[in-house]
């Protein structure tokens, strides 16, 4: 699955992704410091994110990040796979352009989705008050 930039931080999308059968997602961005207040970094927060809709989705993630500046405004680079597991297996540097690879172990995401069969433990009609959009 391939969803866009500012998606990566809203978890419902990488959740319909996996439940429509995604083993990964990637995430093209460009993101990098805050606009309205550039001293804060946002790069772990946006891993974070990321590694957390591996872990609660049993899936690979991958984002590219640009690098450099425009306007004011820094990219901070750190692209990156994690695994189900939310381990980063890859990261690129924050300041050059890189190329990544990372190996996917099929076993492992079977193996995580069995350990933790969280996609199906799910409790849609809890989620009622998401599903109505308020």
């Given at each position: 699955?391939?969803?866009t ?24 961005t ?21 590694r ?6 049993g899936?690979?993630?991958g ?72």
């Amino acid at each position: 699955a391939t969803p866009t930039c500012y998606d990566q931080w809203f978890p419902e999308l990488a959740r319909i992704y996996s439940l429509n059968g995604a083993e990964f997602i990637f995430y093209p961005t460009a993101i990098g410091a805050e606009p309205t207040d550039p001293n804060i970094d946002t790069m772990e927060s946006w891993q974070t994110v990321m590694r957390g809709h591996a872990v609660a989705n049993g899936v690979y993630i991958g984002a590219a990040n640009r690098i450099g500046e425009e306007n004011s405004l820094r990219f901070y680079g750190s692209s990156f796979v994690c695994d189900p597991m939310g381990r980063i297996i890859a990261q690129a540097g924050r300041d050059t352009a890189e190329f990544i690879t990372a190996d996917l172990d099929p076993q492992l995401f079977e193996h995580w989705r069995r350990l933790f069969p969280l996609l199906r433990q799910r409790k849609p009609a809890t989620y009622q008050r998401i599903l109505d959009g308020k």
